[in-house]
């Protein structure tokens, strides 16, 4: 088959179309007949080194798919073959095969193509794991995203939108920010032009976020302490703006506020299978009834992972970037 290889890790041309040994299921994964695979930051590192997958997962990137089940391992029961279906995965998913562990597989909602599918896993299980599995946003309470563009950022906008939540986002342009507003986001705050300490502070009457979304890691670290509201959490996501940052304890202790890093892609099997169970209970109802959908920017054949890479690395996309095969 062909998969996306990163022979010397790199810049966008580290990526390299080549032809591979297709995976063979274990017991407890099924083959899939890739569709479409989400394109994801945590990629854009694993290309240039920094990022490794597991140890023994898939070596190519690739962290979500859709497509169709061409073969079962032989202890799975509950899927056949032929079914339509998305996927979480630890890699692989550039390609035109990958073999995905039953518990991380979802069927492709009501109402969402099967292309399109490819963009709901990795960010619905990292939104639905951080903002409500481990924060516990509640109706009424203030979330603020960072980016809230991204993938992520577009679904946990709907998402807090869809349990009564009031949304706070930070974005680069105009532009991004309108398409917070359309939606859900009320608080729209253009980082590049705007302190988000101050907007937020202003807009909440002072109160501050209950939760924070963040993905910029240590250059947001001491201004989300104090963005953060009495008893407010924190969830650190990833480290765009660096890993290292001094933490003002004294702050952190005078709101009662918790400071959470969490990743999806090192977790145990069965910890994922939790959370996509959880997924598919709570979130695909909203998903098959219309009230939430994966907002794809653009799609680009695999061949053309390099350029996918690049439009990441730009950020002037909104919402998912997909690979074709």
């Known amino acids: 088959m062909k998969a996306i290889t990163i022979p010397t890790p790199g810049d966008p041309d580290a990526l390299v179309l080549d032809e591979v040994a297709p995976p063979v299921p274990g017991n407890s994964e099924v083959l899939i007949d890739v569709a479409a695979a989400g394109v994801n930051r945590a990629d854009l ?10 140890p023994g997962e898939s070596p190519y990137p690739g962290l979500e798919v859709s497509g169709t089940i061409r073969a079962l391992g032989s202890e799975v029961t509950g899927w056949q073959v032929g079914d339509q279906v998305c996927a979480l995965l630890s890699g692989g998913g550039y390609a035109e095969q990958v073999a995905a562990p039953v518990g991380q597989v979802l069927p492709v909602p009501e109402g969402v193509s099967l292309q399109n599918a490819a ?10 794991s951080n903002v409500f599995m481990t924060a516990n946003l509640q109706p009424g309470e203030i979330l603020l995203v960072h980016g809230g563009s991204s993938g992520i950022g577009t679904m946990a906008i709907q998402l807090a939108r869809e349990i009564g939540a009031q949304i706070a986002v930070t974005a680069g342009s105009q532009a991004k920010l309108d398409a917070c507003r359309e939606l859900g986001a009320e608080i729209l ?7 988000f300490v101050e907007v937020l502070r202003d807009a909440t009457d002072g109160h501050g976020a209950d939760v924070v979304l963040d993905n910029i890691g240590a ?3 001491a201004r989300n302490l104090v963005a953060l509201g009495a008893n407010g959490r924190l969830l650190v996501i990833g480290m765009q703006g660096g890993a290292k940052a001094e933490l003002d304890l004294g702050a952190l202790l005078r709101k009662r506020a918790a400071v959470i890093a969490t990743s999806l892609r090192a977790r145990p099997r069965d ?3 939790t959370i996509v169970s959880a997924v598919r209970e709570h979130v695909w ?10 907002v794809v920017h653009t799609t680009f054949p695999l061949a053309q992972a390099p350029a ?3 439009t990441l ?5 909104i919402g998912k970037v997909l690979l074709l095969p």
């Open 313 to 317: 690395d730009e950020s002037q996309h």
């Open 119 to 128: 963009a709901l896993p990795e960010v619905v299980c990292t939104v639905w």
């Open 285 to 294: 109802p909203l998903v098959s009834g219309g009230l939430v959908h994966p």
């Open 45 to 54: 590192l694993q290309r240039q080194g920094f990022y490794d997958p597991p």
């Open 271 to 273: 910890e994922k299978a």
């Open 308 to 310: 996918a890479h690049r």
């Open 189 to 195: 705050i253009n980082y590049k032009e705007q302190d």
């Open 219 to 221: 250059k947001y670290l």
